[in-house]
């Protein structure tokens, strides 16, 4: 899977974020970005994409028995999302870090610096995704962007 050694001999890790439909047109782009400077990741790809039901619902199918699952599949669909391939050591942690917990409601109280705080509505409309592991990572970025090989230029981007 796309790994790479950095200099120091730490493995740096790729992981997937996205800027939900709520995220996107709300305006929080740049705000989110910002975030993601300053803690310490690099862009490898974006790409902007309006995902339909049948894609949501493959991007999402380990939830597909769960009773919120076709109201998230409105949702995801409700208009375009910003997909981005994240990259830093610890990249898939840090980025859940980052984002905070799943219910921007609670996130708004127990982690008020985290991006879902920051942006996010309810359990359902929080504004931001992240991988949930590695294994996740390398599904999720071969979902959208195909194979990407390990030494490809960061700053590299998709349709943007
Ligand atoms: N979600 C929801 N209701 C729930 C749990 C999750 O609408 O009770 C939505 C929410 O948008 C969440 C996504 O489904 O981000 C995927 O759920 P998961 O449990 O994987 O949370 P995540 O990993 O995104 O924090």
């Known amino acids: 899977f796309?790994?790479?050694?950095?200099?120091?001999?730490?493995?740096?890790?790729?992981?997937?974020?996205?800027?939900?439909?709520?995220?996107?047109?709300?305006?929080?782009?740049?705000?989110?970005?910002?975030?993601?400077?300053?803690?310490?990741?690099?862009?490898?790809?974006?790409?902007?994409?309006?995902?339909?039901?049948?894609?949501?619902?493959?991007?999402?199918?380990?939830?597909?028995?769960?009773?919120?699952?076709?109201?998230?599949?409105?949702?995801?669909?409700?208009?375009?999302?910003?997909v981005i391939v994240l990259q830093k050591k610890n990249a898939v942690a840090d980025w859940r870090t980052v984002i905070g917990p799943t219910d921007a409601v609670k996130a708004k109280v127990t982690h008020p610096n985290s991006i879902r705080a920051m942006c996010g509505l309810d359990l359902e409309k929080n504004c931001v995704h992240g991988s949930d592991s590695l294994q996740s990572a390398q599904r999720e970025i071969s979902f959208f962007f195909g194979e990407i090989s390990s030494g490809e230029l960061v700053g590299m981007h998709d349709e943007l």
């Open 2 to 82: 796309p790994v790479r050694s950095s200099s120091d001999g730490s493995t740096e890790e790729k992981t997937l974020a996205i800027i939900k439909p709520d995220g996107l047109l709300g305006n929080y782009t740049e705000r989110i970005k910002n975030v993601i400077m300053d803690s310490g990741f690099s862009i490898l790809r974006e790409t902007i994409t309006q995902l339909d039901e049948e894609r949501a619902s493959t991007f999402y199918a380990e939830h597909s028995s769960k009773s919120f699952f076709s109201s998230l599949i409105k949702y995801m669909t409700s208009g375009p999302v910003l």
